[in-house]
């Protein structure tokens, strides 16, 4: 598809990142030369100087022929007059990114008045993700398929998992409930296990499975399940916002610590169900005085990357048992993460990628691609794809163990109207099925593509 992006900020160059990666057109604007230049020297992209805004400046970027304008400014008027000016010239499909709270409650009349197709606001998308890890504190990732029937869920094994030192084809009474598990990570790297592999202690495994089975699995091999009822947030940002927001509906008890006093003052008027503290949330004293050593987790949502991660670790010493979220936005720090025993890593740019990668995913669905539904996993060395089967092909009625699949790929799930069945060598896939492959192939658009 020929797509044009306005804005190459942190979230329009992750954005430009996945789509190219999936082969679209892509022509990227802005007014600054060196967010073009970065853009361009990683990327194979057309770019354009110029305000993404005007007519002119759109016409230049091929407007007439754009399949698709994603608007990702740091302002949100800029990016919703974009998308009317898109609108207006016979641009079906348009994105804007809008981030002010005071905008988000007309979000539905702004989608309907713009003939938006797609409002993403990053910080309320990453508030939201937030809250459903809060809802299990052993989970490091939550994914779902099947409009929420079938869970795909990231994990680490402890000392005491009785899958440690474990090779999955014995196994199997402890995951007999319906979960498979589809992917281990081990010193960085991602494997599609067999049923020779050995799961380690330390090993970070993905389980996947209908909501419940998961759930019953995750139990059995002692993953903490409570959901946190004490939460600290570290910072006033507008996540912390909207995640207290969501958390203070639920009856948890919540508090902020922000250093800003003017941000205080806001915070309090906004939200009646959380307690706002003024104070240092890097000061390792006062957070002990606020209670850190006793709260289910805590959430470092700074604006310094180095003091979310700094905190966090100061967080995991005096509160092992405490569940720790980092907000990181800094890409490049992420071979320096991959060594430091953090618990969950949150980037708020690279998710509203995912959610757009979606959304252009199920367009393509709509002229030929049978892709429903996209995660990445492990830093995108796989994917998790859910595929709809439409029409008849060399697939079908086929038993699994039949199939020449590429390597790396594991079909791991498949749901047949509404029953979910984790295959076996038997089992053979349908007509109207969704099936869940995870692989670590890229470009795989059609069902057709896991074969060799």
Do not use: W
């Amino acid at each position: 598809m020929d797509i044009i992006i306005v804005g190459c900020g942190r979230v329009g160059r992750t954005i430009t990142k996945q789509l190219s990666k999936e082969g679209h057109n892509i022509t990227a604007i802005d007014v600054s030369t060196r967010a073009l230049e970065k853009i361009g020297e990683n990327h194979n992209v057309m770019t354009i100087k110029g305000n993404g805004a005007t007519f002119d400046t759109l016409d230049e970027a091929g407007i007439k022929d754009c399949d698709l304008i994603i608007a990702v400014t740091e302002a949100d008027e800029l990016n919703l007059y974009t998308c009317l000016i898109a609108k207006n010239a016979g641009v079906q499909r348009t994105i804007a990114r809008v981030r002010n709270p005071e905008y988000t409650k007309d979000i539905p009349r702004l989608k309907d008045e713009l003939k938006l197709s797609m409002a993403i606001n990053p910080e309320q998308a990453c508030a939201r993700e937030t809250a459903r890890l809060l809802k299990y504190s052993g989970a490091i990732e939550i994914d779902t398929f099947a409009k929420g029937v079938v869970d795909l869920i990231k994990f680490k094994i402890q000392s005491n998992s009785p899958l440690a030192n474990q090779k999955i084809v014995d196994s199997a009474n402890l995951l007999k409930d319906g979960v498979r598990i589809c992917l281990v990570e081990r010193n960085k790297q991602c494997y599609i296990p067999n049923g020779d592999f050995e799961i380690m202690p330390g090993d970070i495994i993905s389980i996947v499975g209908s909501a419940k089975s998961t759930m019953k699995s995750l139990k059995k091999l002692n993953v903490n399940l409570n959901t946190s009822r004490n939460i600290i947030i570290l910072g006033g940002s507008r996540i912390a916002y909207y995640l207290a927001k969501s958390l203070g509906e639920t009856g948890a008890k919540v508090k902020i610590i922000e250093r800003n006093m003017k941000r205080c003052e806001s915070l309090s008027e906004s939200l009646k169900n959380t307690m706002i503290i003024h104070g240092n949330g890097t000061d390792q004293d006062f957070l002990i005085s606020e209670g850190i050593e006793h709260a289910d987790s805590i959430v470092a949502l700074m604006n310094s990357d180095e003091e979310n991660i700094i905190m966090s670790l100061f967080a995991k010493e005096v509160n092992p048992k405490a569940k720790i979220i980092t907000e990181i936005n800094n890409f490049n720090f992420k071979a320096i993460l991959d060594n430091l025993p953090l618990d969950t890593i949150i980037h708020p740019k690279f998710l509203t990628g995912e959610y757009i990668v979606k959304y252009v995913r199920a367009m393509q669905n709509s002229v030929g691609s049978n892709i429903e539904t996209s995660y990445s996993l492990f830093d995108n060395q796989a994917e998790a794809l859910e595929f709809r089967v439409r029409e008849e092909s060399m697939v079908i009625g086929v038993p699994l163990s039949m199939l020449e699949l590429k390597p790396d790929l594991q079909i791991a799930c498949i749901n047949r109207r509404g029953k979910i069945i984790i295959p076996n060598g038997t089992d053979t896939i349908q007509l109207n099925d969704t099936v869940i492959v995870v692989t670590k192939q890229k470009g795989l658009s059609y069902l057709k593509d896991i074969l060799v």
